[in-house]
């Protein structure tokens, strides 16, 4: 089992960056595929990004060439590093992990964070 904690969240202008981070407790961290989903008031939760036990990465549509995905696995931490972000980048940030197969389906995480807010004013 894994706990995860998100953090780094806050209030970005426009065209700001902002990176958010995911912490995870235990020791075979580097097992898990991890991934970031994020929820907009009366949205539904929505991929952004996951990355696998081996670092290939994923990305929504709506995030490529924006954001950018990465591990540390000496750290057990998830990073999201977010450039150019937009109003509609507006969310609640949570990071995802599983120790099967990375996607981008929700249902196939099995572990949540708590969620960190991203805030993109315009």
């Known amino acids: 089992q894994v706990q995860l904690v998100e953090s780094g969240g806050g209030l970005v202008q426009a065209g700001g960056s902002l990176r958010v981070s995911c912490a995870a407790s235990?020791?075979?961290?580097?097992?898990?595929?991890m991934g970031w989903f994020r929820q907009a008031p009366g949205k539904e939760r929505e991929f952004v990004a996951a990355i696998s036990r081996n670092s290939a990465t994923y990305y929504a549509d709506s995030v490529k060439g924006r954001f950018t995905i990465s591990r540390d696995n000496a750290k057990n931490t998830v990073y999201l590093q977010m450039y150019s972000l937009k109003p509609e980048d507006t969310a609640v940030y949570y990071c995802?992990?599983?120790?099967?197969?990375?996607?981008?389906?929700?249902?196939?995480?099995?572990?949540w964070g708590q969620g960190t807010q991203v805030t993109v004013s315009s």
């Open positions: 235990g020791r075979t961290f580097s097992s898990y595929n």
């Open positions: 995802a992990a599983n120790r099967w197969a990375v996607g981008q389906n929700s249902k196939q995480y099995d572990y």
